[in-house]
């Protein structure tokens, strides 16, 4: 008897490839779902995640940002990412924002975010030119909402404070000038329009865009 008992008691207690195999692929077999399932989630978190990157690489690297200086005199301007600008005078017709041709522009140059200046009453504006700059500074701001572009408003104190500016606007065009050197974009007194949009765009690229979550970009 005691013979009995010390076979078994060694048979259960030595290695046995067959019977651990099985026993393994029992425990395995009884884990695989969990394991499976914990293997597809990983799998779509990290698909996702890819997919959210390559977004955001391909909206960085491929579309400008958008830089409005609003009214009926102002600019509008696209910062590209490897430093290219172009600046061009706001479409007009019949003295008022021409939308028709201000939301094709737009949507040719697919922005991936649009910085315009805040508007504000000026001292000693005319009522009636204030009325036409708040008409303009509306239609502009309902341009880039048509196009779904997220748009951001700054005050002119706050961009123009970054660059070490104040309200004279040839300062503004002379900024530009030093900043794209060659592109013929703001060689008119005229054009400090287009110089402050495209100011307002790199505000954008410098200030506002590094502060937004990647999920916003």
């Known amino acids: 008897m005691a013979a009995q008992e010390f076979a078994v008691t060694l048979e259960r207690s030595t290695p046995h ?3 651990d195999f099985r026993s393994g692929a029992a425990g395995r077999d009884q884990n695989r779902p969990i394991r499976e399932a914990q293997t597809r989630s990983d799998f779509l978190a990290a698909t996702d995640a890819w997919s959210r990157l390559v977004r955001k690489v ?3 690297s491929l579309r400008p940002i958008l830089g409005i200086d609003p009214g009926v005199t102002g600019g509008i301007a696209s910062l590209w990412p490897d430093g290219r600008i172009d600046a061009y005078d706001i479409p007009t017709v ?4 021409n939308v028709d041709a201000l ?6 140059h697919a922005p991936r975010l649009a910085i315009i200046e805040r508007a504000q009453a000026m001292p000693k504006q005319g009522v009636v030119s204030t009325f036409k700059y708040g008409v303009a500074f509306g239609a502009l701001c309902a341009v880039t909402a048509l196009c779904e572009i997220p748009t951001y408003l700054v005050s002119p104190r706050k961009w123009k404070t970054h660059f070490g500016l104040d309200a004279d606007k040839e300062k503004s065009r002379a ?3 030093r900043l794209w050197p060659g592109c013929g974009l703001f060689e008119r007194k005229r054009d400090h329009g287009r ?7 790199r505000y ?3 200030v506002i ?3 937004l979550p990647n999920d916003d970009l």
């Open 195 to 201: 110089s402050e949009a495209a100011l307002l765009a």
């Open 204 to 206: 954008g690229a410098e």
């Open 94 to 97: 019949d003295g008022a924002v």
């Open 103 to 108: 939301v094709r522009h737009v949507r040719a």
């Open 58 to 60: 391909i909206r960085v």
């Open 175 to 177: 900024l530009a000038i």
């Open 209 to 211: 865009e590094r502060r």
């Open 17 to 19: 490839p067959l019977r």
